[in-house]
Antibody, heavy 122, light 111 residues
Framework: EVQLVESGGGLVHPGGSLRLSCAAS????????MDWVRQAPGRGLEWVSY????????YYADSVKGRFTISRDNAKNSLYLQMNSLTAEDTAVYYC???????????????WGQGTTVTVSS | QSALTQPASVSGSPGQSITISCTGT?????????VSWYQQHPGKAPKLLIY???KRPSGVSIRFSGSKSGNTASLTISGLQAEDEADYYC???????????FGSGTKVAVL
């Protein structure tokens, strides 16, 4: 079964850091680009970051640029999001999502995890 | 980058067809044939319904169809069913500087 499972969410104080993980299974992880998408309480979806299969290409939303770092370990079938200098505006459910198979350019996210909740509060 | 514009809500009776619009600019929706649509039930993860504007992934009902004209993409749900009551989001590739932009979301109610 194709599956993505996020972990690492929790309560953190403003200015603090958190590292999210996403464990992939059921598909050749190293052959797919990956994304992080978040959803603040009662709000819509917001794309956060993208990483290519080899980590050569990485993009960030302006709202997190310079504070968040995406990475992956293909040997461990895992995706990560290091989040620093957190503010209340970063409070959200964070989803990891599977992107394109290498060589494909559909730019769609076809598999999503269940999400992990990050709460930034004093 | 502002979110793509979607109506806040759309409603219809069972069996009817409804259409959700998603308006962007020539830098996103109009500039690429790379709009995707997602369905999200409360408390659940989003589900891909449409990619590349009009293609359906395997397993997605043929009642869902997508199209695009200029800077506006549309999702049509035919034969509306109670299970279609959910939030719907469009998403467009927006080039190498912004990458992805989501729509503001539309709540679909089945009357």
């Amino acid at each position: 079964e194709v599956q993505l499972v996020e972990s690492g969410g929790g309560l953190v104080h403003p200015g603090g850091s958190l590292r999210l993980s996403c464990a992939a299974s059921g598909f050749p992880f190293s052959s797919y680009s990956m994304d992080w998408v978040r959803q603040a309480p009662g709000r819509g979806l917001e794309w956060v970051s993208y990483i290519s299969t080899t980590s050569e290409t990485i993009y960030y939303a302006d709202s997190v640029k310079g504070r968040f770092t995406i990475s992956r370990d293909n040997a461990k079938n895992s995706l990560y999001l290091q989040m620093n200098s957190l503010t209340a505006e970063d409070t959200a459910v964070y989803y990891c999502a599977r992107g394109d198979l290498v060589g494909s350019y559909s730019h769609a996210m076809d598999v999503w995890g269940q999400g992990t909740t990050v709460t930034v509060s004093s | 980058q502002s979110a793509l514009t979607q109506p806040a809500s759309v409603s219809g009776s069972p069996g009817q067809s409804i259409t959700i619009s998603c308006t962007g600019t020539s830098s996103d929706v109009g500039g690429f044939n790379l709009v995707s649509w997602y369905q999200q039930h409360p408390g659940k993860a989003p589900k891909l319904l449409i990619y590349e504007g009009s293609k359906r992934p395997s397993g997605v009902s043929i009642r869902f169809s997508g199209s695009k004209s200029g800077n506006t993409a549309s999702l049509t749900i035919s034969g509306l069913q109670a299970e279609d009551e959910a939030d719907y989001y469009c998403c467009s590739f927006a080039g190498r500087s912004i990458f992805y932009v989501f729509g503001s979301g539309t709540k679909v109610a089945v009357l």
